[in-house]
C-alpha cells in the first residue's frame, strides 16, 4: 500500500472541507484523488500528504469550487438519466394494445352502478397505485446501498423521487378541481369523492400505466447500480 493508514484518514478528514452531499459522488471524487495521489507516490513525490493532495485537487478538480461543480453537475447527470428511461419506458405503453384495453375498461364502467361500495374501491385502488412505487422502490433498495454519516445516496434519493411524482399527480386529482370551483365562486367544489365510475376508471387506467413505466425503470436502474456494485 503506498499510502499510509495516517496518511488515508487524513485524505478522509481532508475530504469534509468539500459540500458533496452524495455517497456516490463523493467515492467517485475520492478514488481519482488516491488514484492520482498514488501515482505521483510512485513517481517519486515524497512531498507531505497536504501539498500533494492539494496539488491534485488543483490540476484535476480546479481546486474547492471545481469539486463542487462536478458533484452538481454529476447529480444533474445523473437526474436526468432516470426521467429520460423513465419516459422512455412511459412511450412504450402508448399502443394499440394499450389503447384496446383502456376503451374496454372504461366501456364496462359505464355499466358499473354509481354506489358507495364502488366508489369505495376505486378510491382504494387509486391509493395502492399512489403508493405503490415509492414502496417497491423501498423494498428493493433495503439494506443495499450504504452511506457514512452526513452523506445522502444520490441514486436513492433521485429514485425515490421520480418515484413519488404519483402522489403529487394525486393531488392535483384532489385540490385542483376545487381551485377552479372558487374562482368560479360555487360553494361546492369538486372532489374525486363526486366522480363517477368511468371518470375514477380513467384515473385508474393513468395511474396503472404510470406505475408500471416506474416499475420497470426502477428494476432496470437498480439491477444496474448492484451490478456495478458487485463488480
Not at 151 to 160: I, N, R
Not at 195 to 223: D, H, K, W
Request: with cysteine.
Amino acid at each position: 500500500m503506498i499510502l499510509s493508514e495516517e496518511e488515508l484518514n487524513w485524505i478522509r478528514d481532508r475530504m469534509e472541507y468539500y459540500d458533496i452531499k452524495y455517497q456516490e459522488i463523493y467515492d467517485e471524487v475520492l478514488d481519482h484523488i488516491l488514484t492520482a495521489i498514488e501515482e505521483r507516490r510512485k513517481a517519486g513525490d515524497t512531498r507531505q500528504i497536504l501539498s500533494v493532495f492539494q496539488n491534485v485537487v488543483d490540476e484535476q478538480f480546479g481546486g474547492y469550487a471545481g469539486i463542487e461543480a462536478l458533484a452538481q453537475s454529476q447529480a444533474k447527470m445523473h437526474h436526468r438519466n432516470i426521467r429520460l428511461l423513465f419516459l422512455s419506458q412511459l412511450k412504450s405503453w402508448f399502443n394499440w394494445q394499450t389503447l384496446l384495453i383502456a376503451i374496454v375498461l372504461l366501456a364496462a364502467a359505464y355499466k358499473i352502478p354509481h354506489s358507495r361500495p364502488v366508489h369505495n374501491f376505486f378510491v382504494l385502488t387509486v391509493f395502492f397505485l399512489v403508493f405503490s412505487p415509492v414502496i417497491y422502490a423501498y423494498s428493493l433498495l433495503a439494506g443495499k446501498i450504504k452511506t457514512i454519516k452526513g452523506k445522502s445516496s444520490l441514486f436513492k434519493s433521485h429514485l425515490l423521487g421520480q418515484m413519488a411524482l404519483p402522489l403529487i399527480m394525486f393531488q392535483c386529482c384532489l385540490y385542483i378541481p376545487g381551485l377552479f370551483d372558487e374562482a368560479n365562486n360555487r360553494e361546492q367544489f369538486s372532489s374525486i369523492k363526486n366522480l363517477g365510475p368511468v371518470a375514477m376508471m380513467a384515473i385508474v387506467i393513468f395511474l396503472s400505466i404510470i406505475n408500471l413505466s416506474y416499475i420497470q425503470t426502477c428494476r432496470q436502474i437498480i439491477e444496474k447500480k448492484l451490478n456495478s456494485l458487485s463488480v
